[in-house]
């Protein structure tokens, strides 16, 4: 094909990628997965002239098989001592609902934490994402820490659990995990704090896909069931009744007259120090619905 100077010219090429799995592009600290197509134009006697444009590659990971679907439960315990000697012990125990999630979905997690040590300790649970490289032979990993909730101190001698926490699932690229060279892994960690000691770790393996059929369920159902609220006559009462005076409600003995207190410093860098909030008054009742501000009063007679 000869092109005239002075003329546009414009060709169009097709490429089909090729078949079976492709890593999914990726750049992260210590490697990345990009994939280029180039455009060369060759002339006589000058240089060749050469573009390239980026494109990215999303290898489908499908969360709603079987596998993906199925609960995820561990359990952990810890022996606590104090200059050897034995100072109780801390456990945990966590269960998900699944395995499989996708961005914007919630994790809910049930679990239970008993302290049996002298020290105060603090549950926690964190999405964490793990990269690691493959290449000539050496490996490399790097594991970040992506979002964290966190419960109440548990002191000596005390239980906590949880039934439905939620942490949410962030804008994050879907797991790596039939490539060679690369892997990239999500666990959700459920960690106690135990100051003086080692935390104790628990981890669920998670895989974050590019699909989800359960949020558009969820969706479906929440606006089905909106639509046909919609159609219901709710018989409002004219007025509401009066609330119970907190005097009556509320023991003398339960009124808290102390002011803030700082209750224990967390240990781990990425949350800050939680405090303990004291209300500073004593439950003052509220006016009554005849009362009237004497301001008010006043102003209206003048």
């Not at 492709?22 to 490697?31: A, E, I, Q, S």
């Not at 444009?53 to 439960?73: G, I, Q």
């Not at 934490?113 to 994402?129: G, H, L, M, Q």
């Amino acid at each position: 094909v000869i092109l005239r100077p002075g003329n546009k010219y414009e060709y169009k090429f097709g490429f089909e990628l090729p078949q079976g799995p492709l890593g999914t592009t990726f750049k992260g600290k210590y490697g990345c997965v990009d994939y280029w197509v180039k455009a060369f134009l060759e002339r006589p006697s000058f240089p060749t002239q050469e573009i390239k444009k980026r494109f990215e590659v999303m290898d489908p990971v499908d969360v709603n098989t079987p596998e993906l679907l199925s609960p995820v439960a561990a359990k952990k315990e810890k022996k606590v001592s104090c200059m050897f000697i034995p100072d109780g012990r801390v456990s945990v125990s966590a269960q998900i609902d699944r395995k499989g999630f996708c961005e914007g979905d919630e994790i809910c997690i049930n679990a239970d934490f008993e302290n049996t040590c002298s020290r105060i300790v603090v549950p926690k649970a964190a999405i964490v994402a793990k990269h690691t490289y493959l290449a000539n032979g050496q490996t490399k990993v790097f594991a970040q820490k992506l979002s964290c909730v966190r419960g109440n101190h548990i002191i000596s001698g005390m239980t906590d659990s949880w039934r439905g926490k939620t942490i949410r699932v962030k804008k994050l690229k879907p797991s790596i995990l039939g490539c060679n060279i690369l892997r990239v892994e999500y666990f959700l960690q459920i960690y106690v704090s135990v100051p003086g000691s080692k935390k104790i770790i628990l981890e669920l393996p998670l895989v974050i896909g590019s699909r989800s059929g359960i949020g558009s369920r969820s969706s479906s159902m929440a606006s089905q069931t909106s639509s046909e609220m919609s159609w219901v006559d709710l018989n409002l009462p004219d007025a509401p009744e009066a609330p119970p005076c907190y005097l009556d409600i509320v023991p003398e003995d339960h009124r808290l007259e102390s002011p803030t207190t700082p209750l224990l410093d967390d240990p781990d860098s990425f949350d800050s120090p939680i405090f303990m909030y004291a209300p500073e008054f004593k439950f003052m009742p509220p006016p009554t619905y005849t009362e009237v501000d004497p301001c008010i009063a006043n102003n209206n007679v003048q």
